[in-house]
C-alpha cells in the first residue's frame, strides 16, 4: 500500500492529482514532487518495519508511488554496497570516507533506481510506449525495464555516445535515434516525437517519479549507518535528480521521527568543460544559465542545462554545503585511484567525486575526521574510450 497522497509544484506549490499521468506543473512548468500522507505513515511505520525485508529499493515500499506491487518491475534495483574505503581514505587524508557504489544497480548505474519506478508507474497509469533523451546510462536503465514491462521504448542519443550505451538499448529492443548534438538536442528532438506519437516522456525532472526513485539513495545511506547521516555527501551532478531526492527522503525520514534534523553538507560536483551549477553558485545565482560548447569526457555530467537547476541550488545552500568543478585529467585520475586502492571500477563521473574529495581536504573544508560518502553512479566498463593505467 502506498501512502501516496498528491503532487505538488516545486516551485509555486500548486497540487496536482496522483492517479493520472503528469508530467510538469500545468502552471508554471516546474517539476512535481510526490507527497505522502506521513503522519499516518509515522504510526505503523518504524526501523523494525524493514527487517526481513527484500535487499533492494521495494523495502522501502510505503515511501514509494505505487498502488499496487503488482506493477512493480523488479530487476534487483537498490541494495548497493556502502564500502569503507580504508586505504583510499588513507592516501586522501580521511579517516571515515565512504563509497556508495551504484554500479552494482542492473545496467550498472544508479540510473536504474529512477527508471525502475518512471516505468513501473507509467506501466500501473496505463500508459504503453516512453521516451527518454540521454547520454547513455538513463537510456539503457529506461529500455531494460520497458522490456521487462512489455512496453516499447525509444531512445534518443547524443551521436558520439559511446557504443555500449547505443548497443545496451538496442539489445533490450529500444528504438534509438541518433541526434548530431548534446543532450538538450536530444532532448528537443524527443519532445518533437512524443508530442506527434503520444509517447510518455520519461525526461529528468519532466515527470514525478523518477526522483522517487533516486530518493531511495538517501534512504539507504540513512539505514546503513543506523539513522545518522553522513557529515557530507559528494554527488557527481548532471541532471541533479538523486542530489534533489536525496534531500528530498531527509525532509520524509525526520517528518517520520528516523533521523534527527542534523543534514550533511551536500556537494555538486561537475566537469570544468560544463559547469553550469558551479558557475551558478559562486555567481550567486538562483537559477544556471545554459553552459555553452559543453565538453567532458563524463558523459552524464555533459549536460549544458538542468530542468531543476533552482532545486539543485537551493539544496546545496541550505545543506550549507559547495559545488566545484573538476578537469577530466583529475577524474581520471580519481577512477585510477579508487580502482588500485579499492578494487572500484568507477565510471568517469565516480572519478569526479573522487577528485573533489582530494580537493576539499587539502583546502581544509573537510576536516580528517568527517563521515564523508562520495558516490560511484556506474561502471567504468561502459567508457572503453576512457584509458585510466599510467595516470601519476
Same mark, same amino acid.
Given at each position: ?22 508530467? &510538469? ?6 517539476? &512535481? ?8 505513515? /509515522?504510526?505503523?511505520?518504524?526501523? +523494525? ?13 510505503? &515511501?514509494?508511488?505505487? @498502488?499496487?506491487?503488482?506493477?512493480? $518491475? #523488479?530487476l534487483g534495483e537498490g541494495g548497493t554496497p556502502l564500502l569503507h574505503a580504508k586505504r583510499l581514505g588513507k592516501?586522501l587524508g580521511l579517516e571515515h570516507l565512504l563509497i556508495k557504489d551504484e554500479a552494482l544497480n542492473p545496467t550498472?548505474? =544508479? ?15 496505463? %500508459? ?23 512496453? #516499447? ?11 555500449? =550505451? ?11 535515434? &541518433?541526434?548530431? /548534438? ?27 517519479? #523518477?526522483?522517487? /526513485? ?7 545511506? @540513512? ?16 541532471? /541533479?535528480?538523486?542530489? %534533489? ?51 567532458? %569526457? @563524463? ?5 549544458? @542545462? ?5 532545486? $539543485? ?10 559545488? %566545484? ?9 580519481? +577512477? ?32 580528517p575526521t568527517e563521515c564523508v560518502v562520495a558516490f560511484n553512479t556506474g561502471t567504468g566498463l561502459k567508457y ?9
Amino acid at each position: 500500500m502506498t501512502y501516496l497522497t498528491h503532487l505538488e509544484c516545486s516551485k509555486c506549490r500548486k497540487e496536482v492529482a496522483a492517479n493520472t499521468p503528469q508530467r &510538469l506543473c500545468p502552471d508554471c512548468q516546474k517539476p &512535481l514532487l510526490a507527497r505522502y500522507d506521513l503522519d499516518a505513515l /509515522g504510526k505503523v511505520w518504524n526501523p +523494525q518495519t524493514l527487517v526481513g525485508r527484500e535487499s533492494t529499493l521495494w523495502r522501502f515500499r510505503e &515511501l514509494l508511488p505505487m @498502488a499496487s506491487m503488482s506493477h512493480a $518491475i #523488479r530487476l534487483g534495483e537498490g541494495g548497493t554496497p556502502l564500502l569503507h574505503a580504508k586505504r583510499l581514505g588513507k592516501v586522501l587524508g580521511l579517516e571515515h570516507l565512504l563509497i556508495k557504489d551504484e554500479a552494482l544497480n542492473p545496467t550498472g548505474s =544508479f540510473k536504474a533506481r529512477g527508471l525502475c519506478l518512471a516505468v513501473s508507474r507509467a506501466c500501473e497509469l496505463g %500508459i504503453a510506449e516512453v521516451v527518454i533523451p540521454s547520454a547513455g546510462n538513463a537510456a539503457g536503465a529506461m529500455s531494460a525495464y520497458a522490456a521487462a514491462a512489455g512496453m #516499447r521504448a525509444h531512445v534518443f542519443m547524443p551521436r558520439d555516445v559511446p557504443l555500449p =550505451f547505443r548497443s545496451e538499448c538496442e539489445a533490450y529492443g529500444a528504438d534509438v535515434t &541518433l541526434v548530431d /548534438g548534446l543532450i538538450g538536442d536530444c532532448g528537443a528532438a524527443a519532445k518533437k516525437a512524443a508530442e506527434a506519437h503520444a509517447w510518455f516522456d520519461v525526461s529528468t525532472l519532466k515527470e514525478p517519479y #523518477r526522483l522517487e /526513485g533516486k530518493k531511495t539513495m538517501g534512504l539507504e545511506l @540513512a539505514e546503513d549507518l543506523g539513522w545518522k547521516l553522513p557529515d557530507v555527501i559528494i554527488y557527481p551532478t548532471g541532471g /541533479g535528480t538523486g542530489l %534533489i531526492g536525496m534531500w528530498k527522503a531527509f525532509d520524509e525520514l525526520e517528518r517520520l521521527g528516523m533521523i534527527s534534523s542534523k543534514r550533511p553538507r551536500m556537494v555538486v560536483v561537475q566537469a570544468e568543460g560544463c559547469a553550469p551549477m558551479v558557475r551558478a553558485f559562486e555567481e550567486g545565482s538562483d537559477e544556471a544559465r545554459p553552459w555553452e560548447n559543453a565538453s567532458t %569526457i @563524463a558523459a552524464g555530467l555533459r549536460v549544458p @542545462a538542468a530542468v531543476g537547476d533552482f532545486l $539543485i541550488l537551493r539544496t546545496v545552500r541550505e545543506s550549507g554545503g559547495v559545488a %566545484i568543478a573538476v578537469s577530466d585529467r583529475d577524474l581520471t585520475m580519481g +577512477q585510477h585511484e579508487l580502482a588500485a586502492c579499492e578494487g572500484v571500477f568507477a565510471c568517469p563521473e565516480g572519478g569526479a567525486t573522487v577528485a573533489a574529495v582530494k580537493r576539499l581536504v587539502d583546502t581544509g573544508w573537510i576536516e580528517p575526521t568527517e563521515c564523508v560518502v562520495a558516490f560511484n553512479t556506474g561502471t567504468g566498463l561502459k567508457y572503453p574510450e576512457v584509458r585510466t593505467e599510467g595516470v601519476p
